[in-house]
């Protein structure tokens, strides 16, 4: 026997969120092709790029060193568990601390 496929009166509405809080058991960023780098020596950790970042993608990471124009011991880095390559944080980057390189491997 066949499972019983629901209805469409039995279906959920379309875009409707039923599990709130759920984005982060789905790791989406394994199939970009272009991925970020930043150079935390150039990260002034202004926050533009979390600000814009789609996927939530951006997190604070240790300076290995102290930036002059930073008063911050961090810069922000990325998880990549997240980050679909869109490239939004590199193009809004005020100070060109993030580029974008190919997806290895």
Known sequence: MSAKWPT??????GATILEPGNATEYHTGEWRSMRPKTDENVCITCGVCWLFCPDSSRKLAPRQKK???SPYMQYYDFDFN???GCGICARE???GAIVMV????
Request: net charge negative; charged share 30%; proline share 16%.
């Open 8 to 13: 469409w009166k039995e279906l959920p509405l």
């Open 67 to 69: 930036h002059p124009e």
């Open 82 to 84: 997240y980050c679909k």
């Open 93 to 95: 980057c005020p100070t």
């Open 102 to 105: 190919a997806e290895e491997g």
